[in-house]
């Protein structure tokens, strides 16, 4: 196992307020947990509202890892498994990664139900957030051993 975990138990959640409701089960409910040293249970402290930014599951994990990245001893070893969940369903990004795109990429089915803005919106956000992790690796002289 991992000494600190923050996630998803299953897929398709609503990427803002963590509901899940798959088929097979009693309902909705809320996934998305934390595990440490101190907690282990429901990650309530990230639940938000649809469409606002700060709220958005991906967000919060990036800025998690960001924020561990930053305290961690930088001559202690790290693994650091980052699990994001764009660009998987449900097709969710926060309206930013959305601006700026051609028409022609705003309203072109992919041909999966996937239309083309909503997708290359949510691989912005990943480089985003992976841009944000990297910078505090390098600034933080642990890029060269991780």
């Known amino acids: 196992g991992f000494d600190t975990w923050l996630g998803y138990f299953t897929h398709r959640e609503d990427k803002y307020t963590k509901i899940s409701g798959l088929a097979g089960t009693d309902g909705l409910y809320r996934d998305f947990w934390l595990q440490s040293q101190d907690y282990d249970g429901p990650a309530s402290q990230y639940v938000g509202q649809k469409g606002n930014a700060t709220s ?80 505090v690796l390098k600034r933080r002289g642990m890029w060269q051993h991780t």
Not at 58 to 68: E, G
Not at 115 to 132: C, E, W
């Open 56 to 135: 958005f599951g991906d967000a919060q994990l990036s800025q998690f890892v960001v924020d561990t990245l930053e305290v961690h001893p930088t001559q202690q070893p790290l693994f650091f498994y980052v699990g994001f969940q764009n660009p998987h369903k449900p097709d969710e990004v926060p309206q930013d990664f959305l601006e700026d795109l051609p028409a022609s990429q705003s309203e072109q089915d992919l041909g999966v139900g996937v239309y083309s803005g909503i997708y290359v919106g949510m691989v912005r956000f990943i480089d985003s957030a992976l841009r944000n992790i990297t910078d």
